[in-house]
Structures are given as structure tokens and as C-alpha cells.
């Protein structure tokens, strides 16, 4: 997904504009699309951007609808058409970018916007009237957003390796993070905000961060609600249409652009998906390529996913490619992404 990193410098001195652009340029491989910066005084904001989406053709981060409040960040923001509902805005779905959307709610409700917000995102936004740094996680952390102190300046970043670019950053492991990885294994932290390296921390799913003056507050938004009434259906179809719905929607949110391609086992789970997108593709509400993806093990692990992905491609008439994880030499990197 697209690339973003920003840095704020809290003694009120201007940002280093050759800094943001050399940690801008290290996030090409994310943002093949179009690179861009923006500085203002203490605060520069650089994104370089990856098009997942019709919408991102508008798309022109770091954005900005007044020239005030600017954002720049990894976004898809689902549930457009009952936000732009509750915005009152008069907004075109067809063309307004997600980040947009996201500048309209925050100048509504200000950081009560992550209240109106679903989807998977990640974003920095600078709100140059009240001089504060806003950041933000999707609820249940699909993106990724890191953030480091160095000295009086914050760096914020979707990208770790964006984050050990910058030389006032160390290099030094974390030995908590160490300790657990090998104790339990990949990023099973005993502290999920940890990272790996000593000077870096990731904000925790459902979390925001806001920078002001020379203070850095984190809090969460949003959590699992228990106080949510059970519904009461007097037909046992009536529970399976209401999933069917909410289902589809949720497909159907993610199936905004030409081509999708699907990570599909041949489990339940991936082949549902597979099954309602192709139901989506044929009653012609959306129309897109669809192919699936499956990785398969045919001799080093006893593995049956290549036989029950292929039966479900077949019933959907899916077009579907494996990848041999067995061709891969252990440690061998499989996607050159420093080009």
C-alpha cells in the first residue's frame, strides 16, 4: 500500500525538507504512482503513492481541502456512501479520494472522526490552526503506523524500514522485543507496541497519537463494544440473510478498482470471499478482472491446498495461479522490493 512518513519538529524550528525527501524516497518501492512532499515551518509531510482504488486517480497526497489541516497516509476508508450521508457534504463517491473523505469528517467532528471511520488505514494529519500532529490506526490494525522520538523532532511512518533511514535513529535492538520473539515466537510481544529496535514503537491497534507543543499523548478510540443488544430473528434464515448482507458489504467495499486478485486456500474463509465477489462480478453492480492466488507446498510439507483451491476455481470459473513455496531457498528474499 502507499508509502507516508512525517516529521514534526516540536521546538518550533523548520522541518529538514532534504531529510523528508531522502525518507520519502526510501518508500518508492510502497508508492510506484507518484512521490510527494510538503513542508510548512515545523511540520513536512511526504507520501508516495500505490492506486488500489478508481477513486485514486483523483488522488493527490499530502492533500489538503483548505490549505489549513493536510494529511498524508495508507487509506481505504469503506462505508463510503453512509459517510458521505452523515457528512452532509455534497461529495461524488465516484471521485472524491478516501483521504478527502477524511479531511471532510475530521473538519466535522474534528478527532471525533474516528468514531465515522471503517476500513484499514494509517494516517498523519496536520491541523495547522491548532498546531498539533493528529495520527491514527484503523481499529483493528491492518496498517501499520510507527513513530520515534529524536530529540525534539517525532517521525512518524507506515514503514520500519522508512524509520531506520533516519541517522538520528538508532540501530540499537530492543532486548524486551528480542527476549519475546524467542521465547514466542513472531511478534508475539508481551507489549504489542514494541518493535525490534530500542527507538522505535508502533501505536497499537484502535489507538491515536497527537503531537502538541512539546507533548506526545496516545489514547485508544475504539474498543469491542459489550453493550451491544443481541439481535432476536424468528426464522433461523433470517440470522444467515442478515451475515449474507453484511458479508457482501464488506466484499463489496474492497472490490473498487479494475483487477483483484484473491489469497485463496481453499478454506471456508477464502473461498466465500471468492464466491460472493464472483456473484458481485456477475449481477454487474461492479466490474472488475478476478483471478486467485494460492501458495502451495507439493513436497517439502504435506499440504492439500493446491487440490481444494483448485475445486473452488473450477466451480467459479476463476482463473487461479500457484506459487511453489518448495522453489524458494530458505532466507532467499521472493519479491525484490529494493528496486
Not at 498539533?132 to 483493528?140: E, V
Not at 541517522?167 to 525490534?196: E, R
Not at 462480478?281 to 507439493?298: C, E, H, K, M
Request: hydrophobic share 35%.
Amino acid at each position: 500500500m502507499s508509502g507516508f512518513v512525517a516529521i514534526i519538529d516540536t521546538s518550533g524550528a523548520s522541518v529538514d525538507r532534504d531529510l523528508l525527501e531522502t525518507l520519502t524516497h526510501s518508500l518508492q518501492c510502497r508508492g510506484p504512482d507518484g512521490q510527494q512532499v510538503w513542508t510548512e515551518g515545523p511540520i513536512g509531510l511526504g507520501h508516495t503513492l500505490f492506486r488500489t482504488t478508481h477513486q485514486a486517480k483523483y488522488e493527490n497526497q499530502p492533500a489538503s481541502i483548505d490549505g489549513e489541516v493536510w494529511i498524508t497516509g495508507s487509506i481505504r476508508v469503506d462505508g463510503r456512501e453512509a459517510l458521505v450521508s452523515e457528512l452532509g457534504d455534497p461529495l461524488s463517491l465516484q471521485t472524491t479520494p478516501d483521504s478527502e473523505l477524511i479531511l471532510h469528517a475530521y473538519r466535522k467532528w474534528g478527532q471525533g472522526c474516528l468514531d465515522h471511520l471503517l476500513g484499514d488505514f494509517a494516517f498523519a494529519l496536520w491541523d495547522g490552526r491548532q498546531r498539533r500532529l493528529f495520527c491514527a490506526r484503523d481499529r483493528f490494525g491492518m496498517r501499520q503506523l510507527y513513530h520515534a522520538r529524536v530529540g525534539d523532532v517525532v517521525v512518524i511512518s507506515n514503514s520500519l524500514h522508512c524509520m531506520r533511514q533516519n541517522p538520528g535513529i538508532s540501530d540499537v535492538l530492543n532486548d524486551q522485543a528480542i527476549a519475546d520473539f524467542l521465547l514466542f515466537g513472531y511478534h508475539i510481544w508481551t507489549d504489542k507496541t514494541q518493535t525490534a529496535f530500542r527507538d522505535v514503537k508502533t501505536l497499537a491497534p484502535a489507538h491515536q497519537l497527537s503531537v502538541s507543543g512539546g507533548t506526545t499523548s496516545i489514547k485508544r478510540y475504539w474498543d469491542l463494544p459489550t453493550d451491544t443488544p443481541l439481535l432476536k430473528y424468528s426464522r433461523d434464515e433470517d440470522y444467515l440473510e442478515h451475515f449474507r448482507a453484511v458479508f457482501t458489504q464488506a466484499v463489496e467495499d474492497r472490490l473498487r478498482c479494475d483487477d483483484v486478485v484473491i489469497s485463496m486456500s481453499g478454506g471456508m474463509d477464502s473461498s466465500a470471499i471468492a464466491a460472493t465477489a464472483t456473484a458481485i462480478r456477475q449481477r454487474g453492480s461492479r466490474d472488475f478482472r478476478l483471478n486467485a492466488l494460492t501458495i502451495v507446498y507439493d513436497s517439502l510439507l504435506p499440504s492439500r491446498e493446491r487440490y481444494y483451491s483448485g475445486i473452488v476455481a473450477e466451480h467459479l470459473d476463476l482463473p487461479i495461479h500457484y506459487i511453489v513455496a518448495d522453489n524458494y531457498p530458505m532466507l532467499a528474499p521472493s519479491v525484490n522490493w529494493t528496486r
